[in-house]
């Protein structure tokens, strides 16, 4: 899916098992991407740069940099996606530097109060792995508290978002619980939250808000819902990533429902 056919960057030349969907949404193997080089990493932060003066050119309040779900910045934090042999790799600290490099990058750009962070602990999609466990998830959340951003956006490693089938793991990590004090500033959580969880998990403390991803897909008047206490659309994962307006606009909305 890059340009020309490139293949996709990552921290260094390791293949994640299983399949992924090309652009033509067939589900095809995985490549062994290219170990991007040090001399490179400047113009990807020049990127994320960029896009953030877009966004707020084109009017958003603020950005959420992505350093979760196994994307580029989340590799560099693993030690088992991370084998390099430069100054963003071996230590927890060098682990860290691409994220913090990029967020103050663009916080430097568009200002701290603009910018919230996604970071997903003790995930284990895509092959992640990484041997130092809570420490890296203390100096990451530390350091990105002592930045005075908008806020952190955690995922709760008790659910699966591939999966709608699995219960929640209940002795998986409470991430926001964990990270809350470390970070100092307002926390977003998510991961398996139905309206009635979210509320209990903002008013006892823990989080200072909860967040919906499938929910939104299948209700795009998904508070109206919550407010009325309204049943919701179950939502169609085989439409996720691609197609037309199946599974895309055509959900019924709250009104067109009780119409109906």
Do not use: C
């Amino acid at each position: 899916m890059q340009p020309g056919g490139a293949l996709p960057v990552a921290p260094s030349a390791i293949i994640v098992a299983g399949d992924h969907m090309d652009a033509q949404g067939n589900a095809v193997p995985f490549e062994t991407p290219r170990a991007l080089e040090t001399e490179e990493i400047g113009v990807l932060v020049s990127d994320f740069i960029q896009a953030a003066r877009n966004s707020r050119r084109a009017g958003f309040d603020g950005v959420e940099i992505h350093g979760a779900n196994g994307y580029l910045l989340d590799q560099f934090l693993h030690d088992g996606s991370n084998q390099r042999t430069d100054e963003y790799s071996g230590s927890i600290e060098n682990r860290s530097r691409l994220l913090l490099e990029v967020v103050d990058a663009v916080a430097a750009a568009i200002g701290a109060d603009r910018v919230g962070v996604r970071l997903s602990p003790w995930s284990g999609i895509l092959d992640k792995k990484d041997s130092a466990g809570l420490a890296l998830w203390d100096h990451v959340t530390s350091e990105l508290g002592a930045r005075n951003l908008a806020y952190l956006h955690l995922i709760e490693p008790h659910s699966d978002f591939t999966d709608d089938e699995k219960p929640l793991d209940m002795e998986a990590p409470d991430v926001a619980s964990l990270f809350k004090k470390a970070f100092g500033g307002p926390i977003i959580s998510a991961g398996g939250f139905v309206p009635e969880t979210s509320a209990a998990a903002v008013a006892s403390g823990k989080a200072d808000a909860a967040a919906f991803g499938r929910a939104f897909i299948a209700n795009s008047d998904f508070p109206e819902h919550i407010r009325k206490g309204a049943p919701l659309n179950k939502h169609n994962r085989a439409t996720f990533y691609g197609g037309g307006a199946e599974g895309y606009t055509d959900y019924p909305s709250l009104v067109a429902a009780q119409a109906a």
